[in-house]
């Protein structure tokens, strides 16, 4: 497996709209700038009978930005939209200028080959005082692609819950307590 670079993400770009809008400022020699999308989804209060089950509040930050409490939790999704090809992976880090400021990308960010959509985000302010501030359209990580050494027997496309989801996505796995999950 190699990582593929600038001149690379191009062509894949060109050849399978790796990345929807792509903007070349946001090209860097072995990756690519994501930004925030328009909505997050924020850890609320579960209320009924249900009340083990998370809910969240959807919030839109197109006009106002949002301000994430001290260890809070909130999704998000990327601006663009990827297609990974079967033949590529990616994988989804956050940007080193925001982890200095307190934010925390949590361990999820393996994208499969074959998916494609927004990628959802798993975010949260490290901070013990101070908020951090989401804002559509800010950058906020970056997507690193690799080649694999062979293609899959069946992509992602054929096989995920989360394919052709466009915005931020809650999970779909369902969990039975008696069973583990679903």
């Known amino acids: ?15 399978f709209r790796l990345i929807e809008p792509f903007n070349e400022t946001q090209l860097n020699p072995a990756s690519y700038d994501v930004r925030l999308g328009p909505i997050i989804l924020v850890e609320g209060l579960a209320i009924g009978p249900e009340e083990s089950r998370q809910r ?3 919030v839109d930050i197109s006009k106002e930005p949002y301000s994430m409490k001290p260890n809070e939790f909130v999704l998000a999704s990327t601006e663009e939209y990827i297609n990974v090809p079967p033949h590529l992976e990616a994988v989804f880090q956050l940007k080193s200028s925001r982890g200095r400021e307190g934010y925390e990308h949590a361990l ?3 994208i499969d080959p074959g998916f494609s959509g927004n990628v959802t985000l798993e975010l949260s302010n490290l901070n013990q005082r101070h908020t951090l501030a989401l804002a559509h359209g800010m950058l906020i990580g970056q997507l690193r692609f690799s080649v694999l050494d062979s293609t899959p027997l069946h992509s992602y496309a054929e096989t995920g819950h989360y394919n052709g989801d466009v915005g931020v996505q809650p999970s779909k796995v369902g969990i039975m307590p008696e069973y583990g999950e679903k």
């Open 56 to 58: 969240w509040q959807q």
């Open 108 to 110: 999820a960010g393996y």
């Open 1 to 15: 497996m190699s990582t593929i670079v600038d001149h690379q993400i191009i062509q894949c770009v060109r050849k």
